[in-house]
């Protein structure tokens, strides 16, 4: 069964419909996760709790939002020039309005202006924030004088340039550290990706440099997973298993959208999924052939069967999905995002012990 429900887009004042499988909101209950979604195209951080036994939404405005990396003390959040950074308040949840709706609170206190180098995903390591510098062509951390650091660039790539030369746009970390990323093509000129982006994607091995699995269609979110590499084959609608040593990707399950975003808790994963635009971009894609039965929302996969046993799907307000993360051992946390009264939120303070030692 589904569930049907309404919510109001403040960014674009524009009406949000979603359907959801009528198990969703007992299933992240047991699993003890909440959903944070980024939606490119609309402009807003989504976070999907639970409350009272229901799905509970808040939408919050990040411009271009693309990229998420979670851990429990920190969210990261890329947008079009710059990276925030919601630090999580101890003891704050439950103590704002509704009193008892949430479990924790997420404020938003940093942010690192990186100038538009096109983030795409990020993720923690060890105690720092790896980045995917899509324009630059390579992987980059952060310091507090430039712009960005860069740390490694696939062999192909001759020199550092603001070209989008391959179109990296996905890491997996093994052990704290860059293991794998994604690119669509190994091209060394300005946006040569877009050539032959239906067949050219690639999976590099960080450390070795080495290209471990060639002919994917543009693929996203490359992940080390209970011992798997999984990647998201996007322009085939997969979520695929893949054999470094065989240079295979065989696929796990076919959803009805353009795979992007990546999530686990356990054996199940999140998996979001796109309309495709009709644009230079995503024409000529092997889902284009069925564009008008693609969903734009978040299934649920349970990797031992191939089976999607739960969705989430925006039925209008709501086209592109860019990154999926799960918060762990959180119901329905409160995030105060970069721009509350955009939000149509009250601004929420937290004040120091005062000081009055001048």
């Not at 409160?334 to 601004?347: C, F, L, M, S, V």
């Amino acid at each position: 069964g589904e569930s049907l429900a309404n919510s109001e887009n403040r960014l674009r004042h524009t009406e949000v419909r979603y359907l959801h499988s009528s198990n969703l909101a007992d299933l992240l209950t047991q699993l003890r996760v909440t959903l944070v979604i980024s939606t490119y195209q609309a402009g807003k951080l989504v976070v999907v709790g639970v409350h009272e036994g229901k799905l509970a939404f808040s939408f919050h405005a990040v411009e271009r939002v693309m990229g998420i990396a979670v851990r429990a003390d920190r969210i990261a959040v890329g947008s079009q020039s710059k990276i925030y950074f919601l630090d999580r308040a101890a003891g704050l949840g439950p103590q704002i309005e509704p009193h008892g709706r949430h479990d924790a609170c997420y404020l938003t206190r940093l942010a690192h202006f990186t100038g538009p180098i096109h983030i795409h995903e990020m993720a923690w390591g060890h105690d720092e924030l790896w980045i995917c510098n899509t324009m630059f062509s390579c992987l980059s951390t952060l310091d507090g004088h430039a712009s960005f650091v860069p740390r490694w660039k696939p062999r192909f790539i001759s020199q550092l340039s603001d070209e989008d030369r391959c179109h990296m746009n996905s890491m997996a970390l093994e052990h704290g550290r860059p293991r794998y990323v994604t690119v669509l093509a190994e091209t060394d000129t300005a946006a040569g990706w877009r050539e032959n982006k239906a067949t050219s994607g690639c999976i590099l091995d960080v450390p070795s440099g080495e290209t471990v699995a060639r002919g994917l269609s543009m693929p996203h979110s490359v992940r080390v997973h209970d011992g798997r590499v999984l990647v998201l084959n996007s322009g085939r609608g997969q979520i695929s298993v893949v054999d470094p040593a065989r240079g295979s990707a065989e696929p796990i399950a076919l959803l009805p959208g353009y795979t992007r975003g990546l999530a686990f808790r356990g054996p199940l994963a999140f998996v979001g999924q796109s309309r495709i635009r009709e644009t230079n971009i995503f024409g000529g894609l092997p889902i284009a052939e069925h564009a008008d039965k693609l969903e734009c929302g978040v299934s649920v996969v349970d990797l031992r069967s191939g089976q999607r046993i739960a969705h989430l799907t925006f039925a209008s307000g709501v086209e592109e999905i860019f990154d999926v993360q799960v918060l762990p051992e959180l119901r329905c946390p409160a995030i105060a995002g970069p721009d509350p009264e955009t939000d149509g939120q009250k601004h929420i303070w937290l004040s120091a012990q005062p000081r009055w030692d001048i």
